[in-house]
């Protein structure tokens, strides 16, 4: 009878238990949530106090296609009054041509900066894939902070008709960067490029002419069609002022590349920060490289396919090209209002 009547109270000592282990894991699980949920990256800085914060957010938001180089004297540690939530948006800024220009190097030299998020492939959007949509353009961009700037390179957009409509379509305001080279060393370096994948092709001098005895250009030929540049430029100038376009210098890329680095960060607004300290000159390759890139204490030089050796050309024929490639420099210099001093 004594085990019977202390039966409910028994029972009334085990809820209470139940009831308070129930209480506690609720408490423990809210508590779990609230820690994780303030380690967010994306969400808030948990390294102001680091030098290395700019970077560490950087990074952990977005690895991208191609390797990001970040010298250590560039990262700036100081966070307050930033967004840390990144998100993917359209570009702000294109690096729109040309072909065989220095449109690689200029990308991998401004993605030294810490406000420049760039793609490193070339989406080929706004020429081959635009039926896709703004809203696959968009996918492809690296996520940005509020403040830095996007950006993608296409060479072949600079020469395709429709493409200034299309761009103007998406952002009136948007920044278009050309880099351009005397056009006869640009076809030669294109020519060469073209004999790497497909060695059985006609000699540069034989495709340079539509007949040779009576000395008339193919003007249609892709490597000296590209050339052009004051043809293929009335075409943006059409959509753009030329306020929003920068010219860089191709030469002076290879001769003075923080010269025209910092020309480009003037033009993006951006700060002053890609020096002549970033870069040396490889004797080999013939054009800068970057002296410390991003993870390793190795110098970083651009990939085999940049600086071939180009083939040896009949002077006559550069002669002919000169003479015919003269009144389209002329022409390209009164536009751009920028000589560039092409013989």
């Not at 560039?74 to 993917?88: E, H, L, M, P, Y």
């Not at 690689?104 to 810490?114: G, K, T």
Request: some cysteine.
């Amino acid at each position: 009878m004594a085990t019977f009547s202390n039966s409910p109270l028994d029972l009334r000592r085990l809820l209470q238990k139940l009831v308070i282990m129930f209480s506690f894991s609720i408490i423990c699980v809210s508590i779990l949530y609230v820690l994780l949920g303030c380690c967010e990256p994306d969400l808030v800085d948990s390294s102001q106090n680091s030098p290395l914060g700019w970077y560490n957010k950087t990074v952990l938001r977005e690895t991208l296609t191609a390797p990001r180089y970040v010298a250590d004297d560039i990262v700036d540690g100081n966070s307050s009054g930033k967004d840390w939530t990144a998100s993917r948006r359209l570009p702000d800024a294109l690096i729109i041509g040309v072909k065989k220009g220095g449109t690689r190097a200029l990308l991998e030299f401004l993605r030294l900066h810490p406000d420049v998020r760039a793609l490193g492939s070339e989406p080929h959007f706004f020429d081959r894939h635009y039926m896709r949509g703004l809203g696959w353009y968009r996918s492809m961009m690296p996520k940005a902070l509020n403040g830095q700037i996007v950006m993608e390179k296409t060479p072949r957009y600079f020469i395709s008709p429709e493409t200034p409509g299309r761009i103007h379509a998406m952002s009136r305001h948007i920044k278009l960067i050309v880099v351009v080279r005397d056009p006869i060393t640009r076809a030669i370096s294109d020519y060469t490029q073209i004999i790497s994948k497909t060695p059985h092709i006609p000699s540069f001098e034989s495709l340079t002419f539509k007949n040779r005895s009576t000395g008339q250009i193919d003007s249609l030929w892709s490597p000296l069609y590209i050339g052009l540049y004051a043809r293929h430029l009335e075409r943006w100038l059409a959509y753009f002022p030329l306020s929003q376009i920068h010219f860089v210098h191709g030469e002076r890329l290879i001769s003075d590349p923080a010269g025209e680095l910092g020309r480009v960060q003037d033009f993006l607004g951006l700060q002053r920060i890609i020096t002549d300290k970033h870069f040396y000159f490889n004797k080999t390759k013939g054009f800068p490289c970057l002296k410390k890139p991003e993870g390793s204490s190795k110098p970083h030089c651009l990939g085999k396919t940049k600086g071939r050796t180009h083939p040896k050309i009949d002077p006559e024929v550069i002669q002919k090209l000169r003479e015919f490639y003269q009144p389209h420099n002329l022409k390209f210099y009164q536009m751009a209002g920028m000589d560039f001093g092409w013989q």
